[in-house]
């Protein structure tokens, strides 16, 4: 269908347009969300730390579906391996499982006019701190880029919202570097309070100087821990170790967590007026950005000592400065910095109270190692169209309930599909809803997959756009359409997730108005049957049709030999009819006929069924 015209049907057409890129993407016919070329992937085996789902169970998942490899096969498997750009220097186990699964191209310093020059011929792309990831580079990438690696924790160096817009998926290293940035934050803690940096500086320069550096104990001194997360409660635990007392600031953070440890949870303002040490470990978000400035420096104890092995843009640089300068705070010690590097003359770093180290947090063996893993089993299980379990931008889905609903998804996918072409163009659909019937407790039904899909299915066939699970739900809001979902307990066999879905749009014209209920929406629904998704209801009318090929809906007067006449017009026009269903609602009244073809029949043929006198309307659906 034409994507211009169609687009009409969208009340609002602010979507940028948003290119092709093929990850999660589920075709009309396949369901195992680009999950095939891990049936051919013989040389990547993943690690079960990580949430992918084993090849056996997509096989599985294949075999209960009865599906057929033509319908999954991708053309251009396995001759196309996967360009991955590694912008930023990657430990070497994780490079060997990226070059066991694709090309990769490591090529560290790019300034940004040579990555967006790069990126436009690769699949992923790896980084750590130091890459900008801009909505540059999403443009730059012409939709090929399925998927950004930030080797590492902190994502403020990626654009997560451009990277939405264009369906390419974030994925972090979360885990592997904790230990070595608490550690870091103990090592700056310790060094700072005995101004090791400073009498090491001084030695080297030929001084003896006793007297001078001497330092402050830590037993028995308050520590505040701003961000009680990973990296935070493992600091806390070691400078308990330290004899130290700690308090916490966390809005996030569990109580019962902070308990464990030992460790006090507070507000922020009793947390840095009260520590006489004050490390810093929450994320840069813009609530975060420069949270401590004049006004916060103010409310802290007099001569406090601060570290960051967080990220620079939490202090207003300037601001710390001042308060070093004016003894409110009486050290500093930075391993991040707002701009990074610093200008080679910062005041800060050139200050004589504050220790610096290059954003090393990170940067031990181990840790390196760990995170290329991490990021590549990441990046090659997102390039498999699996769903990631450390993805930043996109709903986790775990690989049983994947597995479950993926003859649901394709259903969605299709009666999305059927939804949006009973609608008259032009009438702009702003409003659809879906009612999941289930025989299970609503709450235990996630239809993230299945409102993406749905959303995939109504927006495809009538816009450039590619929808897949990362973009569907921002797609859906540019194109001004609003989706609500209703969950409807039913007396149904548990045992299966969703008993029908059924998809209903308002305020809206059908090309066929059959599918019109009492109610003046458009209305179908359907349901997995035997694995196959089906049509079992347009509007009133009960149907039975499985959602394969292409459709035609016929509304007849209910009398004998329709099937017959349609058929054999059909039959004139070497059109092949893989199945009829009549669904009536009065006997001998009014009756709709869905009819599944093999192919398109032409004009002439669609216009003698038309003339059927009994005929009173049809339509001609692709699904
Ligand atoms: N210097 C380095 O090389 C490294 C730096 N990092 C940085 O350390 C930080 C923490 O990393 P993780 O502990 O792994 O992350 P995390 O996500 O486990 O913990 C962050 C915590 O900050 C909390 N938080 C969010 N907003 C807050 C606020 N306004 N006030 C107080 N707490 C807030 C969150 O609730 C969360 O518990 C990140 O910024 C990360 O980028 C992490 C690893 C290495
Ligand atoms: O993981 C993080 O957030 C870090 O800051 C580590 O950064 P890096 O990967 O060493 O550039």
């Known amino acids: 269908m034409a994507s211009s015209s169609a687009n009409a049907l969208f009340s609002s057409s602010l979507a940028p347009s948003i290119p092709e890129s093929p990850l999660f993407s589920i075709s009309n016919s396949s369901v195992s969300l680009n999950l095939l070329p891990t049936l051919h992937s013989s040389s990547f085996i993943s690690s079960s730390r990580c949430n ?5 169970s997509v096989l599985k998942t294949v075999e209960t579906l009865e599906l057929h490899t033509s319908d999954l096969a991708d053309p251009t498997f396995p001759n196309t391996r996967s360009t991955i750009l590694v912008a930023e220097k990657l430990g070497e186990a994780g490079l060997k499982l990226l070059r066991s699964f694709g090309d990769v191209d490591c090529a560290y310093d790019l300034s940004p006019e040579q990555l967006c020059a790069k990126i436009s011929s690769c699949d992923a792309l790896i980084v750590r701190s130091g890459t900008t990831v801009n909505r540059q580079v999403f443009e730059a990438a012409k939709g090929r880029l399925k998927v950004v690696g930030r080797a590492g924790v902190g994502i403020d160096n990626v654009d997560l919202q451009a990277a939405t817009e264009f369906g390419c998926l974030v994925v972090n290293a979360p885990t592997a570097n904790t230990i070595a940035a608490a550690e870091h934050g103990i090592a700056l803690l310790t060094a700072m309070a005995r101004n090791v940096a400073q009498a090491d500086a001084s030695m080297k320069a030929g001084k003896w100087e006793r007297n001078k550096y001497v330092g402050v104990s830590l037993v028995g001194k308050t520590l505040a821990v701003m961000g009680f997360g990973k990296v935070g409660s493992e600091v806390a635990r070691r400078a308990k170790g330290l004899g130290m007392q700690v ?34 470990h929450m994320p840069l978000t813009p609530t975060t950005s420069k949270i401590f400035n004049d006004d916060t420096f103010a409310l ?10 967080a990220r620079g843009g939490v202090i207003d640089e300037d601001a710390l400065v001042r308060a070093l300068d004016s003894g409110v705070v009486a050290q500093a010690a930075l391993d991040v910095f707002a701009e990074e590097p610093p200008p080679k003359d910062s005041k800060l770093v050139q200050h004589k109270n ?19 893993i991490e990021i590549a089993e990441a990046v090659v299980g997102a390039l498999n169209g699996e769903l990631s379990a450390t993805a930043v931008n996109a709903p986790m889905v775990a690989p049983e309930v994947l597995s479950e609903l993926a003859p649901y998804v394709v259903l969605a996918e299709k009666l999305g599909r059927l939804a949006v072409q009973l609608v008259a163009g032009g009438s702009g659909i702003k409003s659809i ?15 993230r997959l299945l409102r993406a899909m749905i959303t995939k299915g109504i927006i495809e066939p009538i816009s450039d756009n590619h929808i897949n699970l ?51 929406e458009v209305a179908i629904e359907g349901k997995v049957k035997y694995g196959v998704p089906h049509l079992t209801r347009v509007a009133s009318f009960n149907v039975d049709v499985s959602l394969e090929g292409k459709l035609i809906l016929c509304r007849q007067v209910d009398q004998p030999g329709m099937i017959g006449r349609v058929g054999s017009i059909l039959g004139e026009n070497n059109v092949n009819v893989n199945f009829m269903s009549v669904g009536r609602m009065t006997r001998k009244k009014r009756a709709i006929m869905a009819i599944g073809v093999d192919e398109e029949p032409n004009k002439e043929s669609l216009r003698k069924i038309g003339e059927v006198p009994a005929v009173e309307e049809f339509v001609f659906l692709n699904l």
């Open 52 to 56: 992918f789902i084993p090849i056996r």
């Open 247 to 280: 308090i916490a600031h966390d809005p996030y953070a569990p109580v019962d967590r902070a308990r464990a440890i030992g460790v006090e949870l507070v507000s922020f303002n009793q947390a840095i007026s009260t520590a006489d040490f004050i490390s810093l």
């Open 300 to 309: 802290m104890k007099k001569g406090a000592r601060l570290i960051n092995v």
């Open 354 to 372: 504050v220790t610096v180290t290059p954003h090393l947090g990170a940067s031990t063996k181990e840790a390196q190692e760990g995170v290329a």
């Open 433 to 447: 809803r879906v009612v999941y019937r289930t025989g299970r407790t609503p709450d235990d039904l996630d239809t």
């Open 470 to 520: 990362v973009n569907a739900d921002f797609t859906a809001k540019q194109k001004g359409l609003r989706i609500s979902e209703e969950r409807v307990e039913v007396n149904a066999p548990p045992e299966f997730p969703v008993d029908t879905i059924q998809i209903l749009i308002s305020n809206v014209e059908s090309k066929f108005a059959s599918a019109v209920s009492e109610n003046g």
